[in-house]
C-alpha cells in the first residue's frame, strides 16, 4: 500500500498551503542544484571515471604491466597480438615487418578502392569515362587512383618479401607448414586481386594485359580448346574455361563485369578469410617463429617436442 | 646507346615497381647474410664449446643477465607497428603525388598493342612462352610454383634453421629457393621488363626499340637434327630423350643432394615419398634453364613432338 504510506508521510505537511511549498523547492533548487552542479563538473576533471568512458575502457591506465597486457588484450583490434613477446623479435633485421606491411596496404587498398567504386560503373561505355572524371574532376581522383595502383604493386613486392624472410628464417618449419600453405594461396589471391584490377580502367594497356594473360587459358589441357586433349574432349572457344573466365570468347563487356565483381567482392572475401586463419595461426602455431636461440647438431639428433621447441 | 629508350622503359610508370624491387631484394639479401653470417660463426663457437652452449643466450644479438626474456607488446610492438603504417602511408603519397598510374588510349581491339605484356609480376610467365608452348608456360608452370612452394614444409626434413637466418646449416634448401626465386623467377622478370620489345623480340638495354626488325631464327627440332621425319618416330624419340633427361637429372640430383655429409644425414631422415616429389619438382624446375640453354646454345624448339602436344 504504497499510497497510503505516502499520505501518512505528508500527514504532518498535509495542510501546508501550495504557495508554501513551492517556496520550500524554489530554495531547495537555489542550493542543491548549484552544489550538485558543482560536485557533478569536479567530478569531470577526471574523466577515466565517468560511466561513458569505463564502459569503453575496461581497465585503468596507468602504467603498469597489468594494464600494458590489458591495452592489448582487452581491444579487438590488438588482441590480435599475445601480451608479451620475445625480446627480439621486434628487431626490424630479423622480421624485415613485410607481413605486417602487406595487411596494412591490404588495408590502404580496401579504403581507396571502396572510394573509387563511388565513381566507377563496369560498363563498356562508362568505364573508360570514369577514369578520365576521376582524373580530371573529381578532387583529389588522380590522388585517389594513383595511391590504389601504387599500393596494389606495393603489395605484391611486400608478399614476395615476405615469404622471402619466412623462408629464409626456416620459419615454414615444423609447427608451421600449414600456415606456409596458407601463405601461399594468399600470394595467388593477390597476384590476382592485382590482375583483375588490371583490366578495369578498359584501357588499351589493362586489355592486352589481360588478353595475353587469358589467351594462355585457351591452352589448358582437358579444358581449354587449343591445349593437349582439349579438342578431343568436345572444348570450342565457346565453351572451355576462358569462355568462363571471360563470359564470353573475347575481352568484351562480360569480361570487365566479371573482373570487377572478382576484384571488388569475391577475391576480397576469399582473401580475408585466408587472412583471418593466417593470423589465428601465427598464434595459435606458437607465435612468429623466432628469433629462436640457434639450435646445434647434437640437439637436432634429437626428436622434436611441440610448438615450443620451435620458438622461445 | 640509345639512353632515351632505355629511360623510357626503366621510368614507365608500371616498370618502376620492378626497377624498385631489384636495389629492395639487394639489400634484404644483405641483410638475411649479415645475420646467417653472425648466426654461422656464434654456431661454430657453441659447436667447439658445449659448456659454453649450455648457459650461452644462443643468439647473435647481446643479452646480458637479469634482462628480461619478453617484453610488453605494448608499447615496444605497437609503436612500431604505428612507426612502419605512417612511413608506408608517406611513401605511399609522395608516390602517387609525383607518378601518375599509366592510362593508356581506350581498349580497342583492332589496335593490337605492340608489345603487349602482362602487368610486371607475370612477366615471368610470359618471358617462359618464348621457350615453352602455352599450356606449359601458362598453366602447368604456374599450378607447379604453387604446388611446389607448397610442398616445401613437407618435403624439408632438416630440423636446424627454423627461427633464425643460417646459411651453413641449410646450404640446399637456400640455394634451391634463390635459384628458383632470383634466377628463375624475378631475372626473368627482369627480362621481361627491360628486355623483351617489339615482337618479344630481344633487345639489349640501351637498343632503340625497332618496330620493323626481323629475326630469322632457325630454329630446329631436336628430332630434325637426328633425321627422324615420321610422327610415330618423332613421338617416341622424343619420350626416350625425355626419360634420359628424367634418369639422367635424378641421377644428378642425388648426387648433389648427397653430396655432404650433413646432407646425407638428412637424406635419411626423408621417407621414400618426401624424396620422390622432392626430386620430381627440382627435375621440373630444371628443365626451364635446361630449356633455355637448349633455345640459346642450340636453336632447338621442340624435344618431344606429338600429334596433341609438343614440349
Redesign the interface.
Known amino acids: 500500500m504504497p499510497e497510503e504510506n505516502g499520505n501518512g508521510k505528508n500527514g504532518k505537511n498535509g495542510r501546508v498551503g501550495l504557495a508554501e511549498r513551492v517556496k520550500e523547492d524554489l530554495q531547495a533548487l537555489k542550493t542543491e542544484i548549484p552544489s550538485k552542479a558543482k560536485e557533478q563538473i569536479e567530478g569531470l576533471k577526471d574523466p577515466t571515471k565517468t560511466q561513458v568512458y569505463t564502459s569503453i575502457f575496461r581497465h585503468k591506465h596507468d602504467d603498469t604491466p597489468r594494464n600494458r597486457a590489458l591495452g592489448v588484450l582487452s581491444n579487438v583490434f590488438l588482441h590480435l597480438h599475445p601480451a608479451k613477446i620475445n625480446r627480439d623479435a621486434v628487431r626490424y633485421s630479423y622480421t624485415w615487418g613485410m607481413g605486417g606491411i602487406t595487411f596494412y596496404l591490404f588495408v590502404v587498398l580496401t579504403f581507396t578502392g571502396v572510394l573509387l567504386m563511388f565513381y566507377y560503373h563496369p560498363t563498356k561505355v562508362q568505364a573508360f569515362r570514369d577514369i578520365l572524371y576521376l582524373e580530371h574532376d573529381v578532387p583529389f581522383g588522380k590522388l585517389l587512383r594513383n595511391m590504389h595502383r601504387w599500393a596494389a604493386h606495393l603489395m605484391v613486392i611486400a608478399v614476395w618479401l615476405h615469404m622471402f624472410r619466412v623462408f629464409l628464417t626456416g620459419s615454414y618449419k615444423k609447427p608451421r607448414e600449414f600456415n606456409w600453405n596458407i601463405g601461399v594461396l594468399l600470394l595467388v589471391f593477390t597476384l590476382l586481386l592485382s590482375f583483375t584490377g588490371y583490366l578495369l580502367p578498359d584501357d588499351q594497356l589493362g586489355f592486352w594485359a589481360v588478353t595475353v594473360g587469358t589467351n594462355m587459358a585457351r591452352a589448358t589441357p582437358l579444358l581449354g580448346h587449343e591445349g593437349p586433349f582439349g579438342p578431343q574432349l568436345g572444348m570450342t572457344p565457346y565453351n572451355d574455361v576462358r569462355f568462363g573466365l571471360l563470359g564470353g570468347s573475347i575481352v568484351d563487356a562480360n569480361a570487365l563485369l566479371r573482373a570487377y565483381i572478382w576484384h571488388c567482392i569475391g577475391i576480397p572475401i576469399v582473401a580475408s578469410v585466408l587472412m583471418i586463419v593466417h593470423f589465428w595461426r601465427v598464434r595459435k602455431d606458437g607465435g612468429i617463429s623466432g628469433p629462436a636461440p640457434v639450435m646445434l647438431q647434437s640437439e637436432a639428433d634429437k626428436p622434436r617436442r611441440g610448438p615450443k621447441a620451435a620458438g622461445e | 646507346m640509345d639512353w632515351h629508350q632505355l629511360w623510357e622503359i626503366v621510368s614507365a610508370p608500371?616498370n618502376?615497381?620492378i626497377v624498385?624491387?631489384i636495389p629492395?631484394?639487394a639489400f634484404?639479401i644483405y641483410?638475411?647474410w649479415?645475420?646467417?653470417h653472425a648466426?654461422d660463426q656464434?654456431?661454430d663457437q657453441?659447436?667447439a664449446d658445449?659448456a659454453l652452449?649450455k648457459t650461452h643466450?644462443?643468439?647473435a644479438?647481446p643479452f646480458k643477465p637479469g634482462?628480461?626474456?619478453?617484453?610488453?607488446?605494448?608499447?615496444?610492438?605497437?609503436r612500431?607497428?604505428f612507426l612502419?603504417?605512417i612511413i608506408?602511408?608517406i611513401?605511399?603519397?609522395v608516390?602517387?603525388?609525383t607518378?601518375?598510374?599509366?592510362?593508356?588510349?581506350?581498349?580497342?581491339?583492332n589496335?593490337?598493342?605492340n608489345p603487349?605484356?602482362?602487368?610486371?609480376?607475370?612477366l615471368g610467365?610470359?618471358e617462359m612462352?618464348v621457350y615453352f608452348?602455352?599450356?606449359i608456360?601458362?598453366?602447368?608452370m604456374p599450378t607447379l610454383i604453387?604446388i611446389g612452394?607448397?610442398v616445401?614444409?613437407?618435403i624439408?626434413t632438416?630440423?636446424?634453421?627454423?627461427?633464425?637466418?643460417?646459411w651453413k646449416?641449410?646450404r640446399f634448401?637456400?640455394s634451391t629457393?634463390l635459384f628458383g626465386?632470383i634466377v628463375l623467377w624475378v631475372s626473368m622478370i627482369v627480362i621481361g621488363t627491360i628486355i623483351r620489345g617489339p615482337g618479344w623480340m630481344w633487345f639489349w638495354p640501351g637498343v632503340t626499340w625497332d618496330h620493323n626488325r626481323l629475326v630469322f631464327e632457325v630454329n630446329r627440332d631436336l628430332p630434325d637434327i637426328f633425321g627422324i621425319t615420321g610422327r610415330t618416330a618423332k613421338a617416341i624419340f622424343g619420350a626416350i630423350v625425355m626419360g634420359i633427361y628424367f634418369v639422367g637429372a635424378w641421377i644428378g640430383m642425388h648426387k648433389l643432394i648427397t653430396l655432404t655429409h650433413f646432407n646425407k644425414k638428412i637424406y635419411k631422415r626423408m621417407s621414400l615419398l618426401q624424396y620422390s616429389i622432392m626430386q620430381v619438382f627440382l627435375i621440373l624446375m630444371l628443365l626451364l634453364p635446361v630449356k633455355i640453354l637448349l633455345r640459346h646454345v642450340f636453336r632447338i624448339k621442340y624435344i618431344w613432338i606429338t600429334p596433341?602436344?609438343n614440349i
Open positions: 608500371d618502376v615497381p624498385a624491387l629492395l631484394l634484404y641483410l638475411a649479415r645475420q646467417a648466426n656464434l654456431i657453441l659447436e658445449p652452449a643466450y644462443r643468439k644479438w634482462w628480461q626474456k619478453e617484453i610488453h607488446v605494448w608499447p615496444f610492438l605497437l612500431i607497428e612502419a603504417a608506408v602511408t611513401v605511399l603519397m608516390w602517387s603525388i607518378l601518375n598510374a599509366p592510362l593508356e588510349e581506350p581498349a580497342n581491339p589496335l593490337t598493342m603487349a605484356k602482362a602487368p610486371w609480376y607475370f610467365l610470359q612462352l608452348d602455352p599450356w608456360a601458362g598453366v602447368v604453387i612452394l607448397m616445401i614444409p613437407y624439408d632438416n630440423p636446424k634453421g627454423s627461427g633464425y637466418y643460417t646449416q641449410r634448401a637456400i629457393f626465386f596433341w602436344f
